[in-house]
Structure formats: C-alpha cells, structure tokens
C-alpha cells in the first residue's frame, strides 16, 4: 500500500474528537481493508482517553515500519455509536485489536501495545513470511 501512515494518523488524531469518526466503522470499511491491509482498531470510551493518545504517539514513531506491514489504524472512542466493529469486537474501555488480512482477529490487548510489539506479531504471521519472500524474490 502507498499510504502514508502519517498523514492517515494525523487525520485520525485531528478527528478523534468527532463522533461521526465512528460512522466509517462499518462492516463495509473492514470488507476494503481484506486482503490489503492489516487494520489495527483503538477503542476507547472517550476520545480524551489518554491511552488513546499515547498508543497514537508510538505508532506515529514507528510510521515507517507499520506502513511496511500496511497496517491501517482504525480509532472508535464513541460507544454511543455502536459502531460495527465495536459491536463485533466487543471493547470494554480501552482495548487495541490487531485484524489480519484475511480479515481474523489475530491479537487483542486492554492496553497500549508497543510497536516492538506489534511488529513481531506481524512478522511472524504466515501471510508477513509470504510477502517478506516475494520482496526478496523481487530485488535478487
């Protein structure tokens, strides 16, 4: 994917603070990603949850590796919504969920995740090994 995770993060965090952010949620939006992105989705029952903000700032940091793995950030901070991922996923509070490609949870944690972290957990997916095999196929 040629999308800059940076430029994505910097309108996710301009509009966190907007309920509609909520409405693009939809089943439809997670049907797009399938197979093109691995979407990571950052609950929170309030958008001046600070745990949102400091998972936003690590992986802001990492921009560059996350966009490698085209993981896609997805933020939900209005329960109120009832939003279709927060429905199908189920938060309570603030929870960060990894969604692989194929379109499975393939993580979940209550808290801030690291972005060591969540790069290993990529890494190690069978599909990550598929395409890290087909990029050195292509620059040999």
Not at 47 to 54: G, L, T, W
Not at 59 to 73: F, H
């Amino acid at each position: 994917m040629t999308r800059t995770l940076s430029a994505f993060l910097g309108v996710v965090v301009a509009g966190l603070c907007d309920p509609a952010l909520a409405a693009d949620l939809s089943q439809e939006k997670l049907d797009t990603l399938r197979w093109e992105a691995r979407p990571v989705v950052i609950f929170a029952d309030s958008p001046n949850d600070p745990r949102v903000a400091d998972q936003l700032q690590l992986l802001e940091a990492e921009a560059a590796a996350l966009e490698d793995r085209d993981v896609v950030i997805l933020v939900d901070t209005d329960p109120s919504a009832r939003s279709y991922l927060r429905q199908k996923l189920r938060p309570r509070d603030f929870g960060f969920v990894l969604i692989g490609k194929d379109g499975q949870v393939k993580y979940r944690k209550p808290d801030p995740v690291p972005v060591r972290e969540l790069v290993r957990l990529i890494d190690r997916m069978p599909m990550r090994q598929q395409e890290i095999e087909a990029e050195r196929r292509r620059t040999n």
